[in-house]
């Protein structure tokens, strides 16, 4: 993980925190280069995004681009995340925080490339998969930012800062369906595998 600059760092918040819907908040990159709605022949990914982490005040975000940029994908990222700088979670049960997301984008093929998380940028290479369909909805999973060293642990990893997806399809879909223009995802989960390090699931 690369440490961001605490100024840097403010000024994404202040963004992004004016964006955000229920603690979730979404870039589609610059000038909006992956955005396509549904009505325009695009695709939509949806989940949960939240974390497991104290405190308040900072971000999380998970970070993918279009699979033809690949080495390039850095300078041409989007990203979904959640935000304690909102406090209308979708889930607060005094551990996780977490929040409903939607984007809808171009159909075509991308990779989660990395993620920032406690004011720092992953740093090796990574790319999971997943595919955006025209007129559908692709449910990712639940992503939770952890650190803890005893739930990864127990979940067969050594890195305590890490990204759980989960399955939890339908705890999640009330709330994915109260975004605007949802339509009912279908349950295609990451496979954490192709995210390591910064990823993993756990055994059921």
């Known amino acids: ?11 994404l918040a202040l963004a992004q925190s004016g964006g955000a819907d229920a ?11 992956y955005r396509q709605s549904l009505a325009d022949g695009g695709g939509c990914i949806s989940g ?23 080495e390039k994908a850095q300078f041409n990222k989007a990203y979904f995340g959640f935000s304690t700088l909102d406090k209308k979670h979708d889930i607060d049960d005094g551990r996780l925080r977490a929040s409903a997301f939607m984007m809808c984008l171009e159909p075509g093929d991308y ?7 406690r004011r720092m940028d992953s ?7 997943f595919k955006v369909e025209a007129g559908t909805n692709r449910y990712l999973g639940s992503l939770i930012f952890h650190s803890d060293p005893i739930r990864t ?25 109260k975004r605007k223009g949802a339509i009912t995802p279908e349950s295609r989960i990451l496979d954490a595998k192709q995210g390591t390090p910064y990823f993993f699931s756990c055994p059921e």
């Open 1 to 11: 993980m690369q440490p961001k600059s605490t100024a840097v760092f403010l000024l």
């Open 23 to 33: 603690g979730s908040f979404d870039d589609y990159g610059g000038f909006s280069k």
């Open 48 to 70: 949960m995004v939240g974390t497991t982490l104290p405190g308040k005040n900072f971000n999380v975000t998970v970070n993918f681009a279009g699979h033809q940029y690949s």
């Open 111 to 117: 990779d989660i490339i990395g993620i920032e998380m």
């Open 123 to 129: 740093t090796q290479h990574i790319r999971m998969p």
């Open 153 to 177: 642990a127990s979940c067969g990893r050594i890195n305590p800062d890490a990204v759980e997806i989960q399955d939890n399809y339908a705890r999640d879909l009330p709330f994915i369906m």
